[in-house]
């Protein structure tokens, strides 16, 4: 898929801020035990702070692995960078696993290159090892949004709905947690990341449509924009 090229999720947003990257991994460790031995995989790792982060945190004997289509010359030196496709890097690897970590990034596959992707996590998986996914919250969500932006979004998150049902069908037993992170942003860098394309929904939308979201939020927000980034996990 040529389009889901994403380059500026994690490039200086509130997603790859200290006190967010702080907050997920707390909200990990609570739903997870983890240990200095323990070994990490990260699908989708964008630029792999998250996992860095992790490394750091839990003084982590080997390094985490992050896996991902696109190579960034700013990723995290704290972990072991693949790039590879999330499927293809199971025929090459060996190793076993106590967390995979798919977050944001299931959306952006198949449904049949979902079900091949679980079934090779858990194959990968170590005794009481966990996959976590995490995908936008389907019911409230409050990402701010300008109309042609609104209905990608909707679109997109009625498609991550098929796809946490496919997941329940396939693993009846997965657990459901919420993360909630409140952002607070300053709407000048809200409109950089708009411009930039930092979400998936944004990638096929034209300048012309851009700069008219633009405006749209422009006139819609104050300076300072506030709402709460909500996310659903499946733990498998
Ligand atoms: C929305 S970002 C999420 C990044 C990171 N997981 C986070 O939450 O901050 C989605 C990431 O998935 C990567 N990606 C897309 N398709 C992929 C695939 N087939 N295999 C591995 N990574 C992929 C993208 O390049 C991008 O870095």
């Known amino acids: 898929?040529?389009?889901?090229?994403?380059?500026?999720?994690?490039?200086?947003?509130?997603?790859?801020?200290?006190?967010y990257i702080k907050s997920f991994n707390k909200f990990l460790f609570k739903n997870i035990k983890l240990n200095p031995n323990s070994e990490i995989l990260d699908i989708g790792c964008g630029r792999g702070k998250i996992l860095g982060?992790?490394?750091?945190?839990?003084k982590?004997?080997?390094?985490?692995?992050?896996?991902?289509?696109?190579?960034?010359?700013?990723?995290?030196?704290?972990?072991?960078f693949k790039k590879s496709d999330a499927t293809s890097f199971f025929l090459t690897s060996k190793k076993k696993f106590d967390l995979i970590l798919i977050k944001q990034t299931i959306h952006l596959l198949t449904f049949k290159k979902i079900k091949r992707l679980l079934f090779l996590c858990k194959k990968n998986l170590k005794h009481n090892?966990?996959?976590?996914i995490l995908t936008l919250d389907g019911k409230k969500n409050e990402l701010p949004?300008?109309?042609?932006?609104?209905?990608?979004?909707?679109?997109?998150?009625?498609r991550d709905n098929k796809v946490l049902k496919l997941i329940t069908?396939?693993?009846?037993?997965?657990?459901?947690?919420?993360?909630i992170y409140k952002v607070k942003i300053n709407k000048k860098k809200y409109l950089t990341m708009i411009e930039n394309k930092y979400i998936s929904i944004l990638l096929p939308l034209s300048k012309n449509e851009i700069l008219e979201g633009i405006e749209e939020i422009n006139y819609k927000?104050?300076?300072?924009?506030?709402?709460?980034d909500k996310l659903d996990c499946f733990i498998l």
Do not use: C, E
């Not at 982590?60 to 072991?80: E, M």
């Not at 927000?221 to 709460?228: A, D, G, L, M, T």
């Open 1 to 19: 898929m040529a389009s889901t090229v994403i380059k500026n999720w994690d490039n200086k947003t509130w997603l790859s801020s200290n006190d």
């Open 53 to 58: 982060t992790i490394k750091s945190s839990l």
């Open 60 to 80: 982590l004997k080997v390094k985490p692995t992050g896996i991902d289509v696109i190579n960034h010359k700013d990723k995290d030196k704290r972990i072991n």
């Open 129 to 132: 090892g966990k996959i976590f």
């Open 145 to 158: 949004t300008f109309r042609k932006m609104k209905i990608r979004l909707n679109k997109s998150l009625k």
């Open 169 to 179: 069908r396939l693993y009846p037993q997965r657990k459901r947690k919420n993360f």
């Open 221 to 228: 927000y104050k300076n300072y924009i506030q709402f709460r």
